[in-house]
Each structure stands twice: as structure tokens, then as C-alpha cells.
């Protein structure tokens, strides 16, 4: 069971990213997926959520308007478009999966290797 975040990178103030999670050993289908970010000396911040057979999206308020979660179960893949990007969003990217948005937000079962992503002029 691994996920994988990538997708990260160096990107100008104003500007965008997209993450992608990708899942390898189970089917994403069955789980939700949450995305959080970690910037150096502060605590870990849940950004994101989108559950799995309901439409229930979740968004912090410091990313609502900016950041839209999605994901392909085709692809066994979750997706966070990242738009008008601020220096104060460095940060490492993870993604993690659980059974529902509530439970990811909170204790995740499995979580994913982090990407850098830099704001930056």
C-alpha cells in the first residue's frame, strides 16, 4: 500500500501547481483523500478532503477559493489544483487516505511521501 504526492516545485507568487497522489496496492475508489503541508517550525495543516461515494469536499479557510481538490478513481489518483499561490503556502505536500474525510482529517490510515512546493520570486 504506498500513495505517492508529486508535482511540487519552485513557482512565482500568483502562480500555480497541481499535485497529484497517485495510490499503488489498493483501490483509491474506497477511501477518502486528504491533502495537508507542513512548512518549516509549524504544526502540520489539513488543507483538503474529498470523500469517496458522497460528494463531501472539505477546505480550510486559508485555501478555499485557491485550492480544488479531485480525483480520478480510473486512474487511482487524487489531484489538488493549487492557484494564486503565496509565499505563505511553502510548504511539504502530503497526501493521505482513510475511510471518510473525517477520519482522514484526523488519523489517516496510510500517508504519502511529501513534495516540496516553493513560492517564490
Known amino acids: 500500500v504506498q500513495l505517492q504526492a508529486s508535482g511540487g516545485g519552485l513557482v512565482q507568487p500568483g502562480g500555480s501547481l497541481r499535485l497529484s497522489c497517485a495510490a499503488s496496492?489498493?483501490?483509491?475508489?474506497?477511501?477518502?483523500i486528504g491533502w495537508f503541508r507542513q512548512a518549516p517550525g509549524k504544526e502540520r495543516e489539513g488543507l483538503s478532503c474529498?470523500?469517496?461515494?458522497?460528494?463531501?469536499?472539505y477546505y480550510a479557510d486559508s485555501v478555499k477559493g485557491r485550492f480544488t481538490i479531485s480525483r480520478d478513481d480510473a486512474k487511482n489518483t487524487a489531484y489538488l489544483q493549487m492557484n494564486s499561490l503565496k509565499p505563505d503556502d511553502t510548504a511539504v505536500y502530503y497526501c493521505?487516505?482513510?475511510?471518510?474525510?473525517?477520519?482522514?482529517?484526523?488519523?489517516?490510515?496510510?500517508w504519502g511521501q511529501g513534495t516540496q512546493v516553493t513560492v517564490s520570486s
Open positions: 493521505a487516505s482513510g475511510n471518510g474525510c473525517y477520519d482522514v482529517m484526523r488519523r489517516p490510515d496510510y
Open positions: 496496492g489498493f483501490t483509491l475508489d474506497y477511501y477518502a
Open positions: 474529498i470523500n469517496s461515494r458522497d460528494p463531501g469536499i
